[in-house]
């Protein structure tokens, strides 16, 4: 497959096929009926929300790289809404098309509008 991509697609004769419906294979994304979230994910997911409990008081610093609308629900809007509850988070933005940081948490915030492998050469630089 990394062979055969051209600029990041890879050909469809390439494409995994499902052995139940015979359909092609794709990234598991939550789009549709077909998201996996099984045992695994909630476990990830009750460590997560610990984790965030456990340290609610201590300075935590949310770094969302790319992020967009496809699923804003997943970290986007929590980063967001936990930026503005805990009194000790910063929110930093990295995105190319939505850095857009919402008036409620501009103090707690940071925006930064790019390419993310251009913003990351440029800071590892310094």
């Known amino acids: 497959m990394l ?3 051209n600029e990041i697609r890879v050909p469809n004769y390439l494409v995994p096929i499902c052995p139940v419906c015979g359909g092609q294979m794709e990234v598991n994304l939550r789009k549709d009926e077909y ?8 476990k990830k997911e009750q460590a ?44 930093i933005r990295i995105n190319d098309k939505y850095a857009f940081i919402p008036t409620e948490i501009k103090e707690k915030s940071m925006s930064i509008e790019g390419n993310i492998n251009e913003v990351l050469k440029i800071l590892s630089d310094k």
């Open 3 to 5: 062979k055969e991509n």
């Open 35 to 42: 998201f996996v979230e099984d045992d695994t994910w909630h």
């Open 48 to 91: 997560y929300e610990e984790f965030i409990e456990q340290n609610k008081e201590k300075k935590i610093l949310f770094l969302e790289l790319g992020a967009g609308f496809n699923t804003p629900g997943i970290i986007r809007y929590p980063f967001e809404r936990l930026t503005y509850q805990l009194d000790n988070a910063f929110l």
